[in-house]
């Protein structure tokens, strides 16, 4: 008998050894679609790290994603995402929505910590080559058509209008603008040959880094900042993990990762307070 079991006994006991040696925790974030690549890339990085845990993210948008957080905290049944598991931190698209949270205790206070600003960006065809150098420029060429974001419409127009305004470039620019109605018309118009150069987002031009250049950003200071951050949710099963991830997103290596993606770092980190 005692063969045998050696035979077939040792294999299986030896699986699970192995097995457990390489048990993974869950590590859930609640994020909006429109951060997504740069929460899911900071994710991968820490898990680089941190062998035994696999970052995954639960989409949803604005209203939608406080809602879930809501209806996940005000459940009888516990605080489970979905039914399946815990929320570890919260990420939305825009700082207001975490300050709503934290008002309502959704978030734990003092757990904010911005990661990544949104720059301004402005694009020309890569086969351009008498390109303007700064936005100030643009009043230099009165040939050049310039796409931007319709400021009615869209955000992306609404802070590019504030910033050629606040530079003195709006108004004699004014008749020489393509306003498009999304951040991809935009892009389209200066690759499609409509528009010579345009202003999106740094995220939004990195997806067109094959045949766009960037070719100026704006200096950090002339409007109002674009910020994302992240929380810890009220729930959150391992805080001391949370606390390791919220630390590692302002590392220096997690910054060389978001400027690739084309986010510069916040100016300003927020200190960590004890929950």
């Known amino acids: ?76 049944r516990g605080q489970y995402f979905i039914g399946s598991g815990p929320i570890h931190l919260v990420a939305p698209g825009g700082d207001e929505l975490l300050t709503r949270l934290e008002q309502k205790y959704y978030v734990l206070p003092g757990t ?28 230099q060429n009165n040939t050049l058509r310039i796409a931007v974001g319709d400021p009615a419409l869209t955000m992306l127009g609404q802070r590019t ?13 004014q008749h020489r603008l393509d306003r498009a109605s999304d951040v991809r018309s935009v892009l389209d118009h200066v690759l499609n040959g409509g528009a010579d150069v345009g202003i999106v987002s740094g995220p939004d031009a990195v997806q067109e880094s094959q045949r766009i250049r ?26 001391a993990l949370c606390k390791e991830f919220l630390s590692f997103i302002q590392s220096d290596e997690a910054q060389r990762e978001l400027q690739r993606l084309g986010y510069t770092s916040p100016s300003q980190t927020q200190p960590t307070r004890k929950e």
């Open 1 to 76: 008998m005692w063969p045998r079991v050696l035979r077939y006994g040792l294999p299986l006991i030896v699986w699970i050894v192995t097995a457990s040696a390489y048990a993974t925790e869950t590590f859930m974030i609640a994020t909006s679609p429109s951060v997504a690549p740069a929460v899911e890339a900071l994710g991968r990085q820490f898990e680089t790290t941190h062998p035994d845990v696999r970052v995954r993210l639960y989409l949803d948008s604005g209203l939608d994603l406080r809602r879930t957080i809501a209806g996940m905290e005000n459940n009888p």
């Open 214 to 239: 960037v070719v100026a950003v704006a200096e950090r200071g002339i409007i109002p900042p674009v910020i994302h951050s992240m929380a810890m949710e009220r729930y959150c099963p391992n805080r």
């Open 112 to 139: 904010t910590r911005p990661y990544a600003e949104v720059p301004l960006v402005m694009v020309v065809p890569e086969a351009l080559v008498d390109a303007p150098t700064s936005f100030e420029s643009l009043t």
């Open 161 to 173: 209008m504030q910033l050629l305004t606040t530079l003195g470039v709006w108004e004699a620019v």
